[in-house]
């Protein structure tokens, strides 16, 4: 299995540019986070699906942020317009979760993508 | 509001050493909880995942427990080696995942 793939893996762009991160999360796998880490604030969770839905959206910072996920297999995280402060390093995860239970699985991450904003 | 601690944030021991890291929560009301290494640059590497009915798993030289009435994980690492230095981090939840700050490990030779 070739893990969770993100691209592009570095992204240096100048503020009020649009970015778009990309994730593909492991085949099989029916929920995905998308996270953000800094050296000030940790990692956060920014949201999350189940089964391709957006379930908690609550650490998503502005509405300059936006993520989407139209099939099983692939997942955007778009920033417009970029501002210096959203320097970091952004995370997919993805995991398998069996609904109607009470047993989550372990969550892969992928490798990130280190964004800069100018 | 759940809040994961982990203590101490850095640790240096000389190899061979047998060590303990902390992670700690203030909601018991959790279904799992995981620790992950990050080593620089890199992402996050699963290491051992505890759901909520289990009190303890083995990986190798590693042995994670779980309290969950004290909210309270330990992660051992027996005989520590100069390639176990990197961040370790807990994260607890379920359907929600809220991580910890991590402890920076390193390990001199």
């Known amino acids: 299995d070739a893990g969770v793939i993100q691209s592009p893996r570095h992204e240096v762009t100048e503020m009020g540019q649009e970015v778009t991160l990309r994730c593909k999360p492991i085949?099989?796998?029916?929920?995905l986070f998308w996270y953000r880490q800094t050296m000030m604030r940790g990692l956060e969770l920014l949201i999350y699906?189940?089964?391709?839905?957006?379930?908690?959206d609550s650490g998503m910072p502005e509405d300059r942020f936006s993520a989407k996920m139209p099939n099983a297999s692939f997942s955007t995280l778009k920033i417009q317009p970029s501002e210096p402060r959203d320097s970091a390093v952004y995370f997919c995860a993805s995991r398998f979760t069996r609904l109607g239970t009470e047993v989550y699985n372990e969550q892969f991450f992928g490798p990130g993508t280190r964004l800069t904003v100018l | 509001k759940q809040e994961v601690t982990q203590i101490p944030a850095a640790l240096s021991v000389p190899e061979g050493e047998n060590l303990v890291l902390n992670c700690s929560f203030t909601?018991?009301?959790?279904?799992?909880l995981q620790w992950f290494r990050q080593d620089p640059g890199k992402g996050l590497t699963s290491l051992l995942l505890i759901q909520s009915s289990q009190r303890e798993q083995t990986s190798g030289r590693l042995n994670a427990s779980l309290d969950k009435s004290s909210g309270r994980s330990t992660l051992y690492i027996a005989a520590s080696q100069p390639g176990d230095s990197a961040t370790y981090l807990c994260a607890v939840g379920g359907f929600k995942t809220i991580f910890g700050a991590g402890t920076r490990l390193f390990v001199k030779a």
């Open positions: 699906f189940n089964n391709n839905v957006p379930i908690d």
């Open positions: 909601d018991s009301a959790i279904y799992n």
């Open positions: 085949s099989g796998h029916n929920s």
